[in-house]
């Protein structure tokens, strides 16, 4: 399962949000610069970064869906089709209730996990689609689905730098299962959200310097450039950074400050690891599954409200509202 916890400064803060639902007179939905997708009276036609798919209309809506990575489970349970999953890859890293009572009753099959696919399950399950994010180790099993006649669908959502464009592949799991509606809906309501919140950032006047992640080994990723992947610095270069910053977030689970410590005894010399305001991504945790990774992926507005709260504790808008993925470390 692909975890990301390079969470982007610019979508923490600078809340960007640049583009509206696009509609052209031909049926084109654009979801982002990676993703689009048109209709006409015969086929429905998906852009996915290199790769296309052209579904005709006829087997549309889909009825059986598998999913290869968790990441996507989010935007089905958004639109309340958890019913149309057939099989899931390792179950051990899905939050969604929902997921495990539906596997428990074996109306959702365990198909293994991203070192050993079951074919053999797939293939007698017969899923109309499989969606998945393009590991090119696998090529020889998406050419065997391919000749047993499963689309494959791959969304390499984790790419998307816009969190709105990411809340948008919304729209194109309404259009595969006859959800459409419900899906604009839903959508339009997370961007509102999202708008209405950066809004109000917009207005504070309190305008935080923020530290992300923490040491992988020798190296501290951080993005502080104009590129979209994030920069490997050492701790003396992050120390340095760090003098004036006034939170630290997406911090990996840890019970306390003190276990923190145990892994790198040179936090301590950080002036924000003294004041108090540290962060993990961990309040919605079970086991080895977050639904940072599940929801989190789909409600950009429950993230950025987080982070609002988090940045702006004077602001009272959202005072009465808890935080759902985040959770401070004390």
């Known amino acids: 399962m692909k975890r ?8 923490l803060f600078a809340f960007s949000c640049k583009k509206e639902i696009s509609k052209s007179d031909f049926g084109n939905i654009t979801i982002s610069e990676r993703v689009n997708y048109s209709d006409d009276s015969k086929n429905l036609v998906i852009n996915s970064g290199k790769f296309k798919n052209i579904i005709p209309k006829e087997k549309l809506p889909f009825q059986k869906a598998m999913l290869l990575n968790s990441s996507l489970i989010g935007y089905f349970s958004e639109l309340n089709l958890e019913n149309k999953i057939t099989g899931v890859s390792s179950p051990e890293y899905i939050f969604s209730e929902k997921i495990h009572q539906l596997i428990n009753q074996n109306q959702i099959l365990n198909i293994g996990n991203e070192q050993k ?25 998406y050419d065997i689905l391919k000749k047993n006649g499963i689309t494959l669908i791959f969304l390499d959502e984790f790419l998307e730098q816009n969190p709105l464009e990411k809340s948008k592949y919304l729209l194109l799991f309404g259009k595969l299962f006859g959800a459409e509606e419900q899906a604009e809906e839903t959508f339009k309501n997370i961007e509102n959200n999202y708008k209405k919140i950066q809004t109000l950032a917009s207005k504070t006047f309190n305008k935080p310097n923020i530290l992300c992640n923490e040491m992988y080994g020798s190296q501290w990723f951080l993005k502080d450039n104009k590129e979209s992947s994030s920069v490997p610095l050492s701790f003396e270069e992050v120390f340095v950074k760090s003098e004036s910053v006034n939170y630290w977030i997406n911090i990996s689970p840890h019970q306390n400050k ?61 005072k009465s509202e808890p935080l759902i993925y985040m959770k401070a470390l004390k």
Do not use: Q, W
Not at 4 to 11: A, E, M, P, Y
Not at 123 to 129: F, G, T
Not at 282 to 287: I, T
């Open 4 to 11: 990301i916890f390079l969470l982007l400064i610019f979508f």
């Open 117 to 141: 696919y079951n074919i053999e399950r797939i293939l007698s399950n017969k899923p109309d689609v499989i969606f998945t994010n393009y590991v090119p180790n696998f090529a020889n099993t």
């Open 258 to 318: 003190k276990e923190l410590l145990t892994l790198n005894p040179n936090y301590s010399k950080m002036k924000v690891f003294n004041s108090g305001n540290l962060y993990m991504i961990n309040n919605r945790e079970k086991d080895n599954a977050n639904d940072y990774f599940e929801s989190g992926v789909v409600r950009c507005d429950l993230v950025l409200r987080d982070y609002f709260k988090i940045f702006h504790p004077e602001d009272v808008t959202f």
